[in-house]
Nanobody, 125 residues
Framework: VQLQASGGGLVQAGGSLRLSCVAS????????MGWFRQAPGEPREFVAA????????LYADSVKGRFTISKDNAKKTVHLQMNSLKPGDTARYYC???????????????????WGQGTKVTVSS
């Protein structure tokens, strides 16, 4: 499975961005998906996850109430709507797939099989 992320850019604090991640394979429909981010010099951290049906979601405390993850199985796409952005949200954002996993959304990096190349988000103050 190849994952192509897009939608990053430069935005002022308080603004919004919508990230998208398109999967290359129809098997995406049976995959749980996650978004992670990595700031320079920092470890990659969990942001949000969604289960394979799209009905269950999980968020990091730092983004809860500001970010929304959604999944469109027909379009093999997962989105991350980011509102009320803060300078601390600046990072490269990576989408990831947990292929054929039908459990609850996971925040554990090791449980994801496939990773996209990332898209850069910069939030200015």
């Amino acid at each position: 499975v190849q994952l192509q992320a897009s939608g990053g850019g430069l935005v002022q604090a308080g603004g919004s961005l919508r990230l998208s991640c398109v999967a290359s394979e129809p098997t995406f429909r049976s995959s749980a998906m996650g978004w992670f981010r990595q700031a320079p010099g920092e470890p990659r951290e969990f942001v949000a996850a969604i289960n394979w049906t799209g009905r269950q979601t999980l968020y990091a405390d730092s983004v809860k109430g500001r970010f929304t993850i959604s999944k469109d199985n027909a379009k093999k796409t997962v989105h991350l709507q980011m509102n009320s952005l803060k300078p601390g949200d600046t990072a490269r954002y990576y989408c990831a797939a947990n292929h054929a996993y039908r459990g609850s959304p996971s925040s554990q990096r090791d449980e994801y099989d496939y990773w996209g190349q990332g898209t850069k988000v910069t939030v200015s103050s």
